[in-house]
């Protein structure tokens, strides 16, 4: 869906920096992971319950699940939560569009 973009395709603007602690770094110190795989990951909503219960889903069956329609879904990189969005087309197919990132203490943010 994404084409590969190289290096040189990011605007400046876009360079990441990682904390004072480490010095500053920019996106062309990092080249090295790159081409590192990740499990990207777009929960839509969870929803609970029993054995019982999901044994008796069928084709057409309605999962109910606990977010509302607007309210912005959770997006994992690893299983680590990183992000939210909103769900967008692309074409035929479904997208996300990243309105928040996510920055906890351990990530250095």
Do not use: C, Y
């Amino acid at each position: 869906m994404a084409d590969d973009l190289s290096l040189e395709e990011f605007p400046s603007s876009t360079a990441m920096t990682l904390g004072d602690d480490v010095g500053d770094k920019s996106a062309t110190d990092l080249a090295p992971v790159f081409d590192v795989p990740v499990n990207i990951s777009a929960v839509l909503g969870k929803a609970h319950m029993t054995v019982a219960q999901l044994l008796k889903l069928n084709r057409g069956s309605v999962l109910e699940l606990d977010r509302k329609v607007g309210e912005a879904i959770d997006i994992f990189v690893n299983n680590r939560l990183v992000a939210r969005g909103e769900v967008v087309v692309v074409e035929d197919r479904l997208g996300v569009t990243m309105t928040e990132i996510i920055k906890t203490e351990d990530q250095g943010g």
